[in-house]
């Protein structure tokens, strides 16, 4: 009986643990993310891709689609192609499209770690670009991560901002169908709609600094 109260308490007690470490996101990130449901995007001061300034108030005049991601959130790596086929389809409608680059979900997931300056976040944003061969343009948030907790602080979040700036959707979790079908029921269908196997994409895969899988035996001198 006691060995299984300590079992049930480890479970109830790691599971704080779990969203800290990236394992998943939280109701309460959730939550944060859709209570900024038609309100005004916040205005934060961040920069594009060239690290040259930028105001989330310059967002404003067209709709916006935001989504936030990282080199080391699989979920988001997963659904960059989706996502690229919705803006192929509505950006010639005047929607605009940036995905937004935050702090790591997971610190040396994949070889990258955790960016401690500005200029070490941009050159994550240039590799993102290399490794996904994405078309939509990226945004980078400061080094105290002030856009990611201004918008409820989820690791894949995305929002569709409208020309008044007003959060008009908020999820916690991107997702490409969800998405069209949104910009669908604002600006029109697009069809025939662009799938995957139409885009091509020249992705390629991370740089590696060190060696992996099978290395030389090392040759140890018989004098010690």
């Known amino acids: 009986m006691v060995l299984s109260l300590f079992w049930v308490l480890l479970v109830i007690d790691s599971t704080p643990l779990l969203a800290q470490l990236g394992g998943r996101t939280s109701g309460a990130q959730f939550s944060q993310v859709t209570r900024l449901l038609n309100t005004t995007l916040p205005t ?19 709709y916006t689609v935001l989504v936030f991601g990282c080199l080391t959130w699989p979920p988001f790596l997963r659904n960059v192609p989706s996502l690229e086929t919705v803006a192929i389809d509505y950006a010639p409608r005047g929607v605009k499209f940036y995905y937004i680059y935050k702090a790591l979900a997971h610190p040396e997931s994949n070889g990258y770690i955790q960016p401690f300056t500005l200029a070490e976040r941009l050159l994550h944003v240039q590799e993102a670009k290399r490794t996904l061969g994405s078309g939509i343009e990226w945004i980078c ?16 979040s995305e929002f569709i901002i409208n020309p008044a700036g007003k959060i008009i959707r908020a999820r916690g979790w991107s997702n490409a169908t969800i998405l069209r079908a949104d910009l669908e029921s604002l600006v029109g269908k697009v069809t025939p709609a662009t799938v995957v196997a139409d885009l091509k994409m020249k992705s390629t895969a991370p740089q590696r600094s060190t060696a992996t899988g099978v290395v030389p035996r090392m040759q140890i001198s018989s004098v010690m």
């Open 44 to 62: 934060v001061n961040v920069c594009d891709a060239l690290g040259k300034p930028l105001s989330t108030a310059s967002l404003r005049g067209s």
């Open 141 to 156: 948030d400061n080094m105290n991560n002030e856009l990611k907790a201004a918008l409820g602080g989820a690791p894949n």
